[in-house]
């Protein structure tokens, strides 16, 4: 563990994925490697976000260790993508979301993984429509 671990996600957490097809995806803030929905701020602009730390790099190498090398190699382009930046709700509420959505989202939500997915489509959910929070595929 290190002094900038943001999330309050452990490293080691084995993370159950929802499935269904859905794609894994880089947490920029975490490290976590998983198919749970996420906040994606997008700038279309090169290093709008910060340079991940080798730490991080590693982390989330260690996480998609058991995937196979093409994939890996995704992940790997989708954390070093400076123009982006997909974060858990949960780690971006944690960390301050900036568009102030996720806090809200993830107090009324049960959980993570797929209590998060399930409240995100529910009705219950003030924020259903969304644009950028992945919840499909
Ligand atoms: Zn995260
Ligand atoms: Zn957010």
């Known amino acids: 563990?290190?002094?900038?671990?943001q999330g309050r996600r452990q490293e080691t957490e084995l993370t159950t994925n929802i499935g269904d097809g859905r794609a894994l995806r880089v947490c920029d803030l975490c490290g976590g490697v998983d198919d749970h929905p996420r906040h994606v701020l997008s700038g279309?602009?090169?290093?709008?976000f910060p340079i991940?730390?080798?730490?991080?790099?590693?982390?989330?190498?260690?996480?998609?260790?058991?995937?196979p090398e093409a994939e890996q190699d995704r992940l790997l382009a989708e954390l070093v993508d400076t123009a982006s930046s997909d974060r858990h709700l949960d780690c971006c509420a944690a960390a301050g979301c900036p568009t102030n959505t996720c806090g809200l989202q993830v107090v009324d939500?049960?959980?993570t993984g797929a209590a998060m997915l399930e409240h995100l489509t529910s009705i219950k959910d003030r924020f259903a429509d969304r644009p950028d929070v992945v919840k499909a595929v």
Request: proline share 7%; aromatic share 0%; hydrophobic share 50%.
């Open 109 to 111: 939500a049960p959980g």
């Open 1 to 5: 563990m290190t002094d900038n671990d």
């Open 52 to 67: 991940p730390s080798g730490a991080m790099a590693r982390r989330v190498m260690a996480n998609a260790a058991h995937l």
């Open 44 to 48: 279309n602009v090169a290093n709008i």
